[in-house]
Nanobody, 121 residues
Framework: QVQLVESGGGLVQPGGSLRLSCAAS????????MGWYRRPPGKERELVAI???????IYADDVADRFIISGDITKNAVSLQMNNLKPEDTAVYFC???????????????WGQGTQVTVSS
């Protein structure tokens, strides 16, 4: 099982910036992907940005020109730089990781506990 620890988040004014970080630990064979999802108030969880191991990063359309996902999957860490934040970015943000427990297993998924991001004046 992979454990994910998130940091960052908080309250920021519209137009401001925040940075989220996530570190994975635990026993597993291969990390396949790390990324970020969010759950806005009253809505379902949605993709923000993901970083597959051997593919280019994928972003949601409404954040692609404002957010940057970065990190080193081989070191089991990922960050999300959020710029020009808008009130509609307010949500609980979750770190996500997909991995293989052993080389013979299919993909498993772990989630962080979530961190609140509030964009308000």
């Amino acid at each position: 099982q992979v454990q994910l620890v998130e940091s960052g988040g908080g309250l920021v004014q519209p137009g401001g910036s925040l940075r989220l970080s996530c570190a994975a630990s635990g026993s597993f064979a291969t990390m396949l992907e790390m990324g970020w999802y969010r759950r806005p108030p009253g809505k379902e969880r949605e993709l923000v940005a993901i970083m597959p191991t051997e593919e280019s990063a994928i972003y949601a359309d409404d954040v692609a020109d404002r957010f940057i996902i970065s990190g080193d999957i081989t070191k089991n860490a990922v960050s999300l730089q959020m710029n020009n934040l808008k009130p509609e970015d307010t949500a609980v943000y979750f770190c996500e990781a997909q991995y293989r427990r052993t080389r013979w297993d299919g993909a498993s998924v772990s989630w962080g506990q979530g961190t609140q991001v509030t964009v308000s004046s």
